[in-house]
């Protein structure tokens, strides 16, 4: 299908891109044929030489055709067989299990819908404040560049979440931060010195999926415990300790994830006095902390670093493509995590990441970014709800702040059916199981309220649920 | 110690920042304490009140002081003791043990030389070329910017390095290459992959140090084969395969860590033979090999990725600061080390730096800084070399490329003596036996000849070896 010629320059020029790589992947061209010339090609595509010379470079630049000079573009001999390139888009007949939503949000399709994912649009992050960073990086010392980071990481950017912590009141020292190649990472370092396979470990139960994927990967016992809205039920956290003695918990503090509920602080309480009467060690994940429109009981703060362990990162609200997440716990711990991240990372974070996310928090620029972020997050919350609820999708609760929506499906819907069928429709969904340890959220699902807006998800979601 | 009215700003500002930190160190001013006004400051120091605000901000964006709107600058609550920043710094009293030359090399003084260390100065690294893909990177699309990459990482980034596979014989597809957070990340991943505690993994005697850093985290039981001149020694090899069955072998191809030596195809065809026999799997770490004057027999072209998995990163040629490696590998394990990264990482390297990699490595300009970079390299292995040798100490061999040069030291030297006493001069070395899983490594030493030129190194390595 072609485009009319008034289309913007940079779609004709993807249009021309996948017109070569679809005939690669066809066949019609193979590994060492010449391509048709610019003008022969502009001609066939209605496009003008310019923009067949810009996706041609581009095509070079990834390696699928080479340039040999005067003589044209060849296809590639390291060109792709066209099933490849499919094992790159989301794989249908994959199993609904805790990678389901990851590899299906990270590798959707061009165009796709991702209501189930867990992070905002680009469009919603602060890109002009990046850009400014990056033109800002183009005249740093050679050093940050090009040399390896200190192995805490970054001194400025941990002094940050210093500063940050102890506005909260839990005050640290240098020695207790340990920057992360991401805050997965950061909970898979601490999983790595704490436990060992056969280890008994506590999530809730519904838990953010990853959980159970990274808990998978240390071969250990999980035992969960019912979430409510004001936190985990107390009687049941209380009685699963004494029952399976759990040497960790782990929770998503602030907002938690999937249900967006916020802990109570008499919950909060007496979790901590349990867990020092089992000597449970607990990870509090605060990644979504910035999204609360006041600051909720913290474990961390509460309990000063003693047993509880605070992890995050900044990928909900500045960038996910700087990847970087955060350890604060005890300073004897953090020596050791930080020979472990050595040993098996040789270092944490890209330092020039780590200079970005520092420089752009050091702006108020930031601080006005997650106050707008919660204003439009309010009104999406309160339009994609009641959208929901006019197709018989009921929200659990409605939280305080975040993109979070856990809502049940209408009586009878197995939401893995629901979206196995949304993504036939190049929709991705966060089924209700994925979060469950004891497969007992058949009927509900994740919605992210910010990757909700399109006018054709409402339709397609009623279609998928049978409405 | 006040300086003259006439240094430069950036200087006066410095020092009005120390004075500050310095009170605040010694107690002079504690947590919530008013600083001194600007004006009095600005008298007290002898510079100009708009230093003095400067320095202020400075250090309220390091959040060692903050502002309160109308009445002046507070020493924060998260201010640090002194103590804490020591931390960052070598630590004198540790052991030297395989992670001796990492922590201090990534944690050094600045000012101090680093002959030990395993990457090149920053100056010698494509500084202006990255410059370049920084201002490039400032005008990305949003998504670039902010969201995570594809599981497997960066196609284009896969692409470049099948295009290089390809010119050494080794035709792989895009689903066999996975980018991980680094080199060393990505021989953890496949460790958990293939490993099980308990496990017996052969290494070279010597080896790269993080090597025997790593598996002990990994709980495996470690055994060595002699490294000479042309590879493993080969009947060593045979019978440490037939005795031990060890699951897996590990080893630095092209220019091996740290003797710089070269596996000739001869030892290279009879390794995988016996690998074969005794179903061992390789991984062949190709992090030296664009620092080859021309390419050497590897095991990876050689077995085509059947029984070997090849990996490597950019840190050594490119930046360290943009942490990136990369797995090629049969097309079904890397489908599961991709549920592995996302398990334990939530994906791989930063897409910002996997783009500016990508087009860094587009471009002629890397062949070129490459071929600079061997020309530089070749003068000053034959200069460092020549000056060790005067004053007592022999490298092993001339190695046909990179950096290394692994040296004999006088007899009865012990490097482990000679690293500890050259620490007291702010001088980072690699003694033998960090390399060494038997220990027998005692008289060596590793040489980094790029970071040898300093003309205090000779003088201050005469007085360390006693000469």
Redesign the interface.
């Known amino acids: 299908m072609q485009r009319p010629a008034n289309a913007p320059k940079a779609t004709r020029t993807t249009d021309v891109m996948n017109a070569i790589r679809a005939r690669i992947a066809s066949r019609a061209l193979a590994a060492d044929d010449r391509l048709p010339s610019i003008r022969s090609f502009a001609a066939t595509m209605g496009v003008s030489p310019s923009t067949v010379v810009e996706a041609y470079d581009r095509l070079a ?4 055709i080479r340039a040999r000079p005067g003589s044209g573009f060849y296809v ?3 060109a ?2 066209p099933l ?2 499919a ?2 888009q989301p794989q249908h007949d994959r199993a609904v299990d ?2 389901w939503v ?2 299906q949000s ?2 959707a399709a061009s165009g796709a819908l991702k209501p189930g994912c867990g ?1 905002l649009p ?2 919603w ?1 602060p ?1 002009e404040a ?3 960073a ?2 800002g ?3 740093a ?12 990481g970054s ?2 950017l941990r ?2 979440l ?2 940050r ?2 506005d909260e009141g839990l ?5 207790q931060v340990l920057l992360t ?5 950061a909970i ?1 370092l601490i999983c ?1 010195f704490l436990l060992r ?1 056969g280890d008994t470990v506590l999530v809730d139960d519904p838990c953010y999926f ?1 959980f159970r ?2 808990l ?2 240390h071969q250990v016992k999980l035992v969960s415990v019912p979430y409510t809205p004001s936190g985990p039920d107390v009687a049941s956290f209380e009685a699963v300790l004494d029952a399976e003695r759990p040497r960790l918990y782990i929770t998503v503090s602030g907002l938690h994830n999937p249900t967006g509920a916020t802990m109570s602080p008499q919950t909060a309480h007496r979790v901590l006095n349990a867990a020092a009467a089992c000597d449970l060690t607990i990870v509090e994940d605060d990644i979504f902390a910035d999204f609360e429109p006041e600051p909720s009981a913290r474990l961390a703060a509460l309990d000063g670093l003693n047993r509880v362990i605070r992890i995050g990162s900044f ?1 909900k609200t500045l ?5 970087c997440g955060f350890i604060a716990a005890r300073a004897d711990w953090i020596e050791q995590l ?3 991240q ?6 944490g ?5 780590t200079e ?1 996310i520092a420089s752009v928090l ?1 702006t108020g620029f930031y601080r006005k970014h997650v106050e707008e972020l919660r204003r439009r997050l309010a009104r999406a919350r309160r339009d994609v709800g009641e959208k929901l609820q006019r197709i018989g999708i009921e929200p659990w609760l409605m939280p305080r702040g975040g993109f979070q929506l856990w809502c049940r499906l209408p009586d009878g819907c197995d939401s893995a059916d629901v979206a196995r069928a949304a993504l036939a429709d190049n929709i991705v969904l966060a089924p209700g199981n994925v979060f469950s340890t004891t497969q007992s959220a058949t009927g509900f699902m994740r919605f992210n309220v910010a990757q909700c807006r399109d006018p054709k998800l409402m339709p397609a979601l009623q279609r998928a649920i049978g409405r």
Chains 1, 2 share one sequence.
Request: glycine content about 6%.
């Open positions: 630049a990834e390696g699928l590639s001999s390291a792709l067989p490849s390139l094992k790159d805790p990678f990851s590899r990270l590798d992070w680009a469009d992050m890109t990046l850009r400014r990056f033109r990086l183009a005249r010392e050679d050093a940050v560049l090009a040399d390896y980071g200190a192995t805490r001194l400025a002094r940050t210093m500063a912590f102890a005050e640290v020292s240098p020695e190649m991401s805050g997965t990472q898979d790595r396979p990853n994927a990274l998978r990967a990928s960038s996910a493509s700087l990847r930080v020979d472990l050595v040993a098996t990372g040789f270092g974070p890209c330092a020039v990441a970005i050091a």
